[in-house]
């Protein structure tokens, strides 16, 4: 549903360089978390707990890496979920509009291609890049744009419903990347009005949010942003979601699951109506590019140009894992054109063991054509079959 634009969180100037600290798995709460009063839920219910995904922390900061870089890193705070108000509702994702089902076949989604480690090339290229660029001065008030006290200062301490998961994203995440894009584009620190992100309204569907190039016109949007609880994006939504990302860690790349569409929008399970709304808002906007946060979870999804049906999902990034802030910059870098996307070295989309199983008609991701794992013989075992 379309919602006004959230107030954001105001740069401060820092008194002192914040500590860029490498991420492990934490036995204590940060300074930031004790700061904001911040509770940390260490031991939920086991029904309640999301499905782990293995850490993917890149290596610790170099001597030579940027101060931007280095800033990129540094340690977000994990938040509570609030399940005291309107529960029913955190945990539910609506049901697809008439506008969103009814699309011509060649429009439709099919081919949904887990990437699971996708990013890494490109936020290399970005580590890189960033080292070529002048470093702005530790009292610049730039960098107070990076620092996790200024980005999650006043924010709420703990997470009750969309429009707080909104609040979190958009200071925690995506603001300081916009900030780092245009310093990427612009070669300087200066803030400029483009490219930015805005809510929109309009005829449905309307994501929560768009990244503009150069204005608030459609033509100019880029990318589109959804937000969405810890609720609606666990349990079920965790379950199979990472099932299907988890076997491309294995199989071919590019092995492909098969989407079968829907006829309506009743009785569709959650991750069915995750994946129509995304798809629905992308077609509908013209992008090829969208994020989705839970604040908890993020992932960057991408609708090849010249490939009508097809849909790519990378892998969940988490706050207390140092790649999420640089992939979040190289992914709106690669929207706005700063890096090809040919950097991102997708795969072309491979059905070809769709045609060993037999299918289920049930709308939604297809567990049957979930891909294969690569099985690879050792020596002795080939010779043994020779």
């Not at 922390?57 to 990129?72: G, M, Q, T, V, Y």
């Not at 077609?283 to 969208?290: E, G």
Request: charged letters at 25%; one cysteine or more; a neutral charge.
């Amino acid at each position: 549903m379309p919602h006004p634009a959230k107030s954001t969180v105001a740069d401060t100037t820092p008194k002192s360089r914040p500590i860029v600290t490498h991420r492990r798995t934490r036995q204590t709460r940060s300074t930031t978390q004790s700061r904001l009063g911040i509770i940390t839920d260490r031991n939920p219910p086991e029904e309640e707990r999301p499905v782990e995904v293995p850490s993917r922390d890149l290596d610790p900061p170099n001597e030579d890496d940027s101060i931007i870089f280095k800033a990129l890193l540094l340690e977000l705070p994990k938040v509570r979920e609030s399940y005291s108000f309107a529960q029913r509702f955190s945990t539910a994702s609506r049901a697809p509009i008439e506008d969103e089902l009814k699309l011509d076949n060649g429009e439709r989604l099919e081919k949904v291609v887990p990437c699971w480690g996708i990013m890494s090339g490109l936020i290399g290229k970005l580590r890189e890049a960033l080292k070529s660029y002048t470093q702005p001065l530790e009292t610049d008030p730039f960098m107070s744009r990076l620092t996790v006290e200024s980005r999650c200062a006043h924010l709420p301490s703990s997470i009750c419903g969309e429009h707080d998961t909104e609040d979190w994203v958009h200071s925690a995440i995506l603001r300081p990347a916009i900030a780092v894009v245009q310093y990427l584009l612009y070669k300087d620190t200066v803030r400029r009005d483009f490219p930015n992100i805005s809510s929109v309204g309009g005829q449905a569907p309307i994501p929560d949010g768009i990244v503009f190039r150069f204005s608030t016109d459609r033509k100019n949007a880029i990318i589109a942003i959804e937000f969405k609880t810890h609720n609606v994006l666990g349990h079920s939504w965790l379950r199979q979601i990472h099932e299907l990302i988890d076997t491309s860690k294995t199989s071919a790349r590019g092995s492909a699951a098969k989407f079968c569409w829907p006829d309506e929008g009743l009785k569709l399970d959650k991750p069915t109506r995750v994946l129509l709304q995304l798809w629905g808002q992308m077609r509908s906007w013209r992008v090829n590019y969208m994020i989705l946060s839970s604040y908890e979870h993020t992932y960057f999804f991408f609708k090849p140009k010249d490939e009508s049906n097809t849909l790519y999902i990378t892998n969940d990034f988490k706050p207390n894992n140092n790649d999420l802030l640089p992939a979040t910059v190289a992914f709106m870098a690669v929207a706005l054109g700063i890096y090809s996307i040919h950097d991102l070295n997708l795969p072309p989309a491979d059905t070809k063991h769709w045609t060993r199983r037999k299918h289920s008609l049930a709308p939604g991701l297809d567990p049957s054509t979930f891909p294969n794992p690569v099985v690879t013989l050792k020596l002795t075992e080939i010779e043994r079959c020779a």
